[in-house]
């Protein structure tokens, strides 16, 4: 923290800064006069309490002011920071509080110094108003050459009054001409009676006084303007603090047992008694010099210190501009001229006691801002440098104390009448019109919108409108009550003050603090994708396309919100501080990728240029390697083929066999049947029996010669007991035989034409006759069975050994390929597994046909493998998108999720030793990626997919 900066303007020393801190004694002439006459000797009682409250706020504000040692204005002007993130309008409402508090004391003191000289000098042709004019017009020019002049004419007065105040404290207690029975004998003035009115009088007293006893604060208006200011300040505060309880504790308990209660309720304090005891004829002089040094003090300080608080303001953004114009002697000028007309104006308008007590209000509020806003600080702010750190405890001290002030405040302002309660609220909301006059202006400049869509501006527009309705409301109520309830009036007039009160702290505050929050994040968001989210994006991007140079984001730096409550505002704060330490710590991971991968990049080169030797003189090696490689992938497929072959050759030559052997015995079959024909058709009994029931005979072998369905023998069983039934009924002969003849023929049912010539006599010569022909026709379609049968399996086998590679792709269709495999397979599958085929209509693709059966051939050879020749094989053959999909499921036990990911390396297998080599599924996956297509397995227990993917071009 640099306190030295422009060590040009750091022109108050010590003496000055001391002489300074007397300040808060002054206003004792004006304050005690009114105290007395309005709340009695009880003022004294008042003066002690209010001394105890003043220094327990010292340490909270020499820490404050402090913590901005190159600023001036003192406590006000530095509550900016503090209540930034609640409300900045209230930083500017202290500034405002603070220069209504102050401006008017120097037309007072002036008023104070006009009254002597008049009545020193009462020929003189001026009035009071125009020599308490000259004094400010004089003071204010004194003040326009600087804080370096006002210090040094400030002290002389100063050791002046000092001197004086102890001599006129001392010297009656010494020479015994204190009456302490009249300083113990406190009494207090009231309005109403009751424990009510003396309360609201005694906070009416405390409220009064408190616009005086602390303003030895005034030191911490010059912090910028003083030299050494961390070790000065504290002194010149806690030397103020010391004097004040020799003012307000000492001199008036002595004046009053000295010069009585009465006298001292004078405008002008006649304290020549005081001083008799030493001075003798001079006791007039010193009480002159004692008052007019203590009106001075105040009008020189006053029309200096809060002009620079206005002039601070300004300089961060929270008043009008012009408040900030200064000389090149560091004076505000526009402040102070302001400031001296002010008081010229109060002087000729000769405002009452109201117009006091109404700035009264002004000033206690700046006090609790202060003591609020150090607390505030050292809560949320704890690391910020101090120059000067307030003991423990001494902070919840000053609090204590501006609650006290608040107490005053609700229950005494009310005492000094509606018109000062009135001009006191109205006075506070100036700096709201400040406030946003500094705002418009700025958005002006900024070619923004004169109103802006706030949600600070809204919420404070809707307390105010309370505030006025409550002032409506107010008014009504009170002009409703007679004068003799004035106890019901000043509750009224209480309730007023602790809504004007709320209105100016929750008010803005809490509306500030919602919106402020907001706008933090708002801001924050903004700064981060603007900033840190862009440089990040840009050096990811720059990675990713291999730019090591650009990939940097080292300069990003993420202010983090200040979180300063639990509730949803501060989670959300604390949600976006968890994002932006995210993107730190991503950053910090991009910062040691780019290191690695700078590392490995090096280690690259240097690999590179020794590969670069090794691939010269390897590449001819690589090249046979190559050549070597594609000759046995050929030859390992067309030996995995083979093994596959291989393992087809019993079950295709028991194919083979069960249609031979079915031809064989047909044509057996044959032979015998043409040889009963032969024998039995030429006698002269068939030949008769046909020419009695040709017609019968002709109708019965026509029926045998359709196409007959192939019966279990279960249902041959069952058809036979029904005809054999059907033929007892009929009351027909040999019904068992005939049913035998029947079944044998495959008739089983509608036998009711036939009826009649199973009743004749010749009926099983008949049927054996028309048996003999059935027979012929069913062995003669067995045998074209058969031969089609065997025809397909040669045909099959012959596709599946074609060994001449096509060098290009040739059209195949995908379902026949399949079928092909299968009929291969039939004799396993038809052992107990279930084929299921899902075929759609699919368009013929370019492919290496051959290859593609080695597929077919692993996978379905796999599913009878793991469903151990019993379970269900699906088939599922479509289109989909540009892409034909061919699924083979099987109902097998499943594949283990641990080697899931390992049957397509080469020689991994689950067979058992000599049952496979572990290389099916690796070619399988060579020619599917041949084809630039893919394969995926799921499988579950009970359900495992393999999914072969084929582009149709």
């Avoid at 006084?209 to 070790?231: G, H, M, N, Q, V």
């Avoid at 400031?339 to 007590?357: D, E, K």
């Avoid at 400049?445 to 409301?473: E, F, R, W």
């Amino acid at each position: 923290m640099n306190t030295s900066q422009d060590n040009k303007k750091r022109t108050i020393g010590a003496y000055g800064l001391y002489a300074i801190a007397i300040t808060g004694c002054c206003p004792l002439f004006f304050t005690l006069p009114v105290g007395i006459a309005a709340q009695g000797t009880s003022t004294l009682f008042l003066f002690v309490l209010g001394v105890l409250l003043s220094a327990m706020a010292v340490p909270g504000y020499i820490e404050l002011a402090l913590m901005y040692p190159n600023k001036n204005g003192g406590i006000a002007a530095v509550l900016t920071d503090a209540f930034r993130p609640y409300s900045p309008v209230i930083g500017c409402l202290a500034g405002t509080f603070y220069w209504w508090g102050w401006f008017e004391g120097s037309s007072f003191a002036a008023t104070l110094e006009a009254t002597i000289i008049n009545q020193l000098w009462p020929t003189l042709p001026f009035s009071v108003p125009t020599m308490a004019t000259s004094i400010i017009v004089l003071f204010t020019f004194i003040n326009f050459l600087g804080m370096k002049w006002v210090s040094r004419m400030v002290i002389p007065f100063s050791a002046i009054s000092i001197l004086l105040a102890i001599l006129g404290a001392f010297v009656p207690i010494f020479s015994g001409h204190v009456d302490w029975s009249q300083v113990y004998n406190l009494q207090l003035k009231t309005t109403f009676g009751g424990a009510f009115g003396q309360f609201t009088s005694l906070m009416a007293g405390l409220y009064f006084i408190a616009y005086s006893i602390p303003a030895y604060e005034t030191t911490l208006a010059y912090i910028a303007e003083t030299k050494d200011p961390a070790r000065v300040a504290p002194r010149a505060m806690y030397f103020g603090a010391i004097l004040t309880a020799l003012f307000y504790i000492l001199l008036p308990s002595v004046w009053l047992g000295t010069i009585g209660a009465k006298v001292l309720t004078d405008a002008v304090l006649p304290l020549d008694p005081t001083y008799a005891p030493l001075f003798g004829r001079l006791e007039n002089v010193a009480t002159i010099l004692f008052l007019m040094s203590n009106a001075i003090i105040p009008c020189f300080v006053a029309l200096t210190n809060c002009p620079r608080t206005l002039a601070q303001l300004a300089d961060d953004g929270l008043m009008p501009r012009f408040f900030g114009w200064s000389t090149k002697a560091n004076v505000p000028w526009v402040s102070t001229l302001i400031t001296s007309m002010g008081a010229i104006i109060i002087i000729w308008i000769n405002a009452p006691s109201w117009f006091l007590a109404a700035v009264s209000f002004e000033y206690i509020l700046c006090l609790v801002f202060a003591s609020v806003g150090v607390f505030l600080l050292r809560r949320h702010s704890p690391n910020l440098p101090r120059l000067y750190r307030a003991p423990r405890g001494t902070i919840m001290l000053g609090l204590i104390a501006a609650i006290c002030w608040i107490i005053t405040t609700i229950f005494g302002f009310e005492q000094f009448g509606l018109p000062s309660m009135i001009a006191g609220i109205g006075f506070a909301f100036t700096g709201l019109i400040f406030y946003f006059w500094r705002k418009l202006s700025d958005r002006q400049q900024s070619y923004l919108s004169l109103l802006p869509n706030s949600l600070h501006v809204k919420l404070a527009g809707t307390m105010l409108s309370v505030l006025v309705l409550d002032a409506i409301g107010y008014l009504i109520a009170v002009n409703s009550i007679g004068p003799s309830n004035a106890w019901l009036i000043v509750v009224l007039e209480d309730i007023f003050v602790v809504v004007a009160l709320l209105t100016l702290t929750i008010g803005f505050t809490l509306p500030g603090a919602i919106a402020n929050a907001a706008d933090e994040v708002s801001s924050a968001a903004n700064r981060l994708v603007k900033g840190a989210l862009k440089d990040f994006s840009k050096a990811l991007v720059a990675m990713g396309q291999g730019d090591l140079t650009r990939s940097v984001a080292e300069d990003i730096q993420l202010e983090l919100i200040p979180v300063r409550s639990h509730d949803e505002i501060g989670r959300m704060g604390e949600s976006f501080n968890l994002l932006q330490k995210e993107i730190l710590h991503a950053v910090e991971g991009l910062k040691q990728s780019r290191l690695k991968l700078l590392e490995a990049n090096q280690r690259m080169l240097h690999i590179n240029e020794e590969l670069e030797k090794r691939v010269n003189e390897r590449t001819e090696e690589l090249k046979n390697a190559l050549s070597s490689l594609s000759l046995a992938k050929d030859q390992l497929i067309e030996t995995e083929k083979m093994a596959a072959l291989g393992n087809l050759v019993a079950g295709i030559a028991h194919e083979l066999n069960t249609p031979l052997g079915a031809i064989n015995a047909s044509s057996s079959n044959i032979n015998n049947s043409l040889l009963e024909v032969k024998n039995k058709f030429p006698t002269e009994k068939v030949q008769k029996i046909l020419a009695d029931h040709f017609k019968d005979f002709s109708a019965l072998l026509q029926r045998t010669l359709q196409s007959h369905p192939r019966l279990s023998s279960q249902e041959e069983r069952e058809h036979k007991k029904a005809l054999i039934e059907h033929l007892k009924k009929e009351n027909i002969t040999s019904p068992e035989e005939i049913a035998d003849f029947l079944i044998d023929m495959g008739i089983t049912n509608n036998i009711e034409p036939f009826l009649s010539l199973f009743q004749s006599k010749d009926n099983l010569a008949i049927l054996e006759l028309v048996n003999s022909f059935s027979s012929l026709h069913k062995n003669s379609l067995n045998i074209a069975e058969g031969v089609k049968r065997a025809s397909k399996i040669i045909f099959a086998l012959k596709n599946y050994v074609h060994f001449e590679h096509a060098l290009n792709k040739v059209k195949e269709n995908i379902q026949e390929s399949i079928e092909i495999v299968l009929t291969l397979y039939h004799n396993q599958l038809k052992q107990g597994i279930n084929v299921v085929k899902n075929y759609q209509k699919i368009p013929d693709i370019l492919c290496y046909p051959d290859e593609l059966n080695q597929v077919w051939t692993n996978l379905i050879q796999n599913s009878i493998y793991a469903m151990k020749n019993r379970g269900t094989l699906t088939l599922d053959v479509y289109q989909q998108n540009e892409q034909i999909i061919v699924k083979v499921t099987d109902s097998g036990e499943g594949i283990p999720a641990d080697i899931k990911d390992r049957i397509f390396e080469p020689f991994f297998t689950t067979k058992p030793r000599g049952e496979g080599s572990g290389l099916g599924l690796n070619i399988v996956q060579k020619i599917i990626e041949k084809h630039n297509g893919k394969i995926e397995v799921e499988s579950v227990p009970g359900k495992t997919t393999f999914t072969v993917s084929l582009p149709m071009s």
